[in-house]
């Protein structure tokens, strides 16, 4: 196993015995189950919520001091690797400490969601699917805690955007079982009032004789699930990003594949090479949508990836762990087995880092979504309600248009040319977009005063230069390079600035109160 390999298992088998705890062994699960368990009832009577509230906050500082001692480099020494371990155990030992007060805390907050299983952790909450009824989401307390409202969409699109290893032609001796999870801001709809987007997750759990067999089932899920979405009427398929570790990165080779080259038959085996070095990297799949109601927005499945041997139990390789039990809720109730690779320690300080990080390039909101998982996870609850005032605020409506600008910019690139958005509905969000800059665009101090106006007359201008196809399909969009040039250059210069520079100093409060 390569190093990234040996550090997570090296971390998780010292965590472990270091907590007097065994790793459980690959469980069997099964594709599209749903089991109805009985649900059961807490006992909220041994301790106050107030009580409990307090024994979270506390916690949390513990937890918080101790992430903040966590070696983060990615070449850990042996000595670094012993503290590592050692700081995981111990915020473990904390988790394990306050369960019970944090499950008073949330069921508290959220008394709709229900114990489907205590001792594996494993929770649900009914969400409306938008025609009179509920769909369960299942998963850890942490995922289900901020979601209480989905677009729609999200129901409709899982089944066209999930992985159907039933219909893709799988190598020989290959098995795959697959998740799929809503993640992201997605999963925090209760904070996050003006969503720009729709993130979904999906494990794919992959057993194969070899490393190579692997890399052949995942290039045959993603040829069936692009050729399977081809004539979608509402979702298009944009592109998948390889993104491989550095040092397994080849010279001069293109990782970003559009629905054309996924297709290419004479391409499949270069796709099947770089999914074979996937190890302690990532892939993404984006994607467009037309949702009910006319907006046009991107949309992401991130598949975590985890290859198996199938004669040794090995682990062959697997994508960089984002998600898994802290942010993915899913659909089905048979859960991905429990992930060995990323502790509360490790995704706490992944988090921490990453919101420091975007905070110093001036990325704020990004920033800010950052610190609300590390809050969440490591459940800082004064933290939390801080910065969910933040997302409630006009700059977040903002952020919610500026992503839907991103998407007509990408809609007018001739490479790509749209096969869902008409130029009339590209015309009504442009000029619903003027309207919302021209009232709510923020104008920090010191900039000039006029820019909303600026802005609303520009992409009203853009509205008017849009123009439909006059070929079969009659009325689409046509690709224009010039607007998209136009869209980008209003977004990057005078709309994303604005919005950072007004977040800055409360961003830089949150992150000197609560992180660094």
Avoid: C
Wanted: aromatic share 6%; charged share 25%.
């Amino acid at each position: 196993m390569k190093k990234v390999q040996r550090y997570r298992f090296g971390v998780a088998l010292a965590t472990a015995l270091l907590l007097g705890i065994s790793i459980p062994a690959q469980s069997q699960v099964f594709i599209g189950q749903q089991i109805e368990a009985p649900t059961v009832p807490v006992d909220q009577t041994k301790i106050s919520v107030a009580e409990a509230r307090r024994l979270v906050q506390e916690s949390s500082t513990r937890i918080a001091d101790l992430v903040a001692q966590r070696p983060t480099s990615s070449d850990l020494s042996p000595t670094e690797l012993a503290e590592v371990a050692r700081i995981d155990a111990e915020i473990e030992a904390i988790r394990t400490e306050r369960a019970d007060a944090l499950e008073t805390v949330v069921l508290a907050e959220r008394p709709d969601v229900e114990i489907v299983d205590r001792a594996r952790g494993i929770y649900r909450v009914p969400i409306a699917d938008g025609e009179g009824g509920n769909h369960w989401f299942y998963g850890n307390l942490v995922p289900l805690w901020h979601l209480d409202h989905l677009d729609p969409a999200v129901l409709k699109l899982a089944s066209s955007i999930g992985s159907q290893p039933a219909q893709a032609k799988l190598p020989d001796g290959t098995e795959v079982v697959t998740h799929l999870a809503i993640a992201g801001t997605t999963s925090q709809s209760a904070v996050h009032p003006f969503p720009g987007d729709i993130d979904f997750s999906e494990d794919l759990i992959v057993t194969a004789p070899t490393a190579q067999a692997a890399a052949e089932a995942v290039a045959a899920l993603v040829v069936e699930f692009v050729g399977r979405n081809t004539d979608n009427q509402i979702l298009e398929f944009d592109k998948l990003r390889i993104m491989p570790l550095p040092e397994s990165r080849i010279e001069g080779d293109e990782y970003e594949w559009s629905r054309e080259r996924i297709l290419d038959s004479a391409q499949y085996s270069e796709l099947i090479s770089q999914l074979a070095t996937i190890d302690g990297g990532r892939v993404n799949t984006d994607w467009r949508v037309l949702i009910p109601g006319g907006r046009y927005i991107i949309i992401g499945n991130i598949p975590g990836i985890r290859a198996f041997s199938s004669t040794t139990g090995e682990q062959l390789f697997a994508t960089q762990s984002l998600y898994g039990e802290f942010q993915a809720a899913y659909f089905e109730q048979e859960l991905p087995p429990s992930r060995e690779d990323q502790s509360l320690g490790e995704y706490a300080s992944l988090m921490r880092s990453l919101a420091l990080k975007e905070a110093n390039r001036g990325r704020t909101l990004k920033a800010a979504k950052r610190a609300f998982n590390y809050f969440r996870a490591i459940a800082n609850l004064e933290a939390m309600a801080v910065v969910t005032q933040l997302f409630a605020t006009p700059e977040a409506q903002v952020i919610q248009q500026f992503k839907a600008l991103e998407a007509l910019a990408l809609a007018f690139e001739p490479e790509f040319s749209t096969r869902v958005l008409s130029a009339d509905q590209t015309r009504i969000e442009l000029q619903e977009a003027a309207t919302i800059f021209k009232e709510h665009l923020p104008i920090p101090p010191g900039t000039i005063l006029n820019r909303r106006q600026g802005v609303s007359d520009e992409l009203q201008a853009i509205a008017s230069a849009v123009r439909e196809r006059t070929e079969p399909p009659v009325g689409l969009l046509e690709p224009d390079a010039t607007l998209t040039e136009r869209l980008n250059n209003m977004s990057e210069v005078e709309i994303l600035p604005m919005i950072e520079l007004s977040l800055e100093d409360r961003i830089a409060e949150i992150i000197k109160t609560y992180i660094e």
